[in-house]
């Protein structure tokens, strides 16, 4: 069975393979159950919609807003990056006679923004810019600006852009939580480059949570979604953006009717803390959760299988440190209900580390309350070198032996440092940066262990990734 992938709607995904602004988002994995606005952007009227024969006419909405939608073109270093033949955009490339981002050409990538502020700034995805040594903006009146990257979140995917301009169209922002499923939206972006296209569809479902993006509550709807859109605009019918288009669910990576968009509540908080400190904070409590099925409800003595049931608690973390403990089931944080355990973690990220919360659990028959002190997301940087022997004939990695520093970083003893990516692998989702831990329950130690391991393996290899503080077993197609 051809494995799931999630993909970043980004041009850049190729084009950009060096700079981590890669469009494959770890996958293989079943979608699984959070500067102020001016006021003059809240205030503006709404424009008014249209229809005919029963369906709306977004002709106003894109009036009043495709002003504000920007083109993001970004340039960064090269390194010896190809794309696989077998990759769906390798095909785009030769069609449209585009080099594929080979060793010694710059790599370029596309994609989308938005203007919060008159004064020019704006709203985009992270991995359109990530890396990037020059990023320039370009308006529907087609003057282009140099811009300047504020600053840019990985765990949410947001970045903030300045370019030295005034008096520029804004759009209407809107409030996620009266999105209901099942209305309107209409996504602008630039698909493979056709810059200010307009996209239509429905909400399909709301505080969507992925495996590789477990910190978002996603918007999922049905628009049309392509690479180039990332960093976009969804907006509702009263031309209201409520969301930043991000990825997409596909297995040939192009769009396939399942479509992401970062809530822009999520968004502009991150806006918020990268202009008032210059870099995010995401508050954790240091627990493994899962789902409350109705099989272990049942085992738990619960009347329901809401909740969060913890698997493991972290030595030393703020978790271990309020008494919580493998087995507990957090019901509520705070005031507010855990349907799903994929609530808690988007919850959690956008509190504030050092705040004071309260947990009502549930343990042996009876519910609890615990105080606890939220911590904060530690952000590891794995050192980077371009030494890593490849294994290209079946997975597509680049890989290297950890230092002994990052090993202590990573709290791992075993483990190969992903340094680059291709075929297999990169449709999986594996990025630069990535640990691979184990393959097929064994630990990995060197690369031509690993080498001897794919020798003996069929189609499929699960292998256990490392990323960011957290684990994830991803299935790989091998080539």
Partial sequence: MQGNTFKRSLLAVTLIAALGVGYAKLGGQAISPADAVPAAAIAASAPAIRTTSGLPDFTSIVERSGPAIVNISSTGPSKAASIDPNDPMFEF????????????????????GFIVSEEGLILTNAHVVEGADEVTVKLTDKREFKAKVVGLDKLTDVAVLRINASNLPIVRLGDPSRTRVGEWVVAIGSPFGFENSVTAGIVSAKSRSLASDSYVPFIQTDVAVNPGNSGGPLLNLDG????????????????????????????????????????????RIGVTIQEVSQSLAESFRLTSSAGALVSSVEKGSPAAAAGLEAGDIILKLNDTEIGRSSDLPPMVSSIKPGTQVKLQIWRKGATRELALSVGEIPTTKVASERNGEADKSRLGLALRSLTPQERRQLESPDGLLVEGVSGPAARAGIRPGDVVVSVNGQPVRDVPQLRAMLERAGKNVALLIERENARIFVPVELG
């Fill in 93 to 112: 490339f030769r069609r449209f006679g585009m080099p594929s981002p080979q060793g010694g050409a710059p790599a370029r990538g596309m994609g989308s």
């Fill in 240 to 283: 209201e953006v409520i969301g930043i288009n991000s990825q997409i669910y596909s297995r040939s990576g192009g769009y396939q009717g399942v479509s992401f968009a970062i809530p822009i509540n999520v968004a502009l908080n991150v806006q918020e803390q990268l202009l008032q400190h210059g870099k995010v904070r995401h508050g």
